[in-house]
């Protein structure tokens, strides 16, 4: 099983971006896919879950601010994340199963003018 972030970056506050992430070695379509972030010094915590049949959900801190979404034809799910602020600064991960049993190695984001 294999899952690749990719799409983070520096963006200033009040920016945007999109975080994908592409699995392999699992039955994409049948797997709950998490997004997680860990700031420094802090414990990593969920930021958005979609499940099988395309149900979200979202920490109060992201919500209305980023979606989630995935593309079961690409194998692939996304985050949009749009009014970024600093505290959104933090390694992103991708995660899969109902347990989140595989990771992927995460993705930076820095949010800083």
């Known amino acids: 099983v294999q899952l690749v972030e990719s799409g983070g970056g520096l963006v200033e506050p009040g920016g945007s971006l999109r975080l994908s992430c592409a699995a392999s070695g699992i039955i994409f379509s049948d797997f709950v896919m998490g997004w997680y972030r860990q700031a420094p010094g802090k414990q990593r915590e969920l930021v958005a879950i979609?499940?099988?049949?395309?149900?979200?959900t979202y920490d109060v801190s992201v919500k209305g601010r980023f979606t989630i979404s995935r593309d079961n034809a690409k194998n692939t799910v996304y985050l949009f994340m749009n009014s970024l602020n600093p505290e959104d600064t933090a390694v992103y991960y991708c995660a899969a199963g109902v347990s989140f049993k595989y990771w992927g190695q995460g993705t930076q984001v820095t949010v800083s003018s």
């Open positions: 979609i499940t099988s049949d395309g149900t979200t």
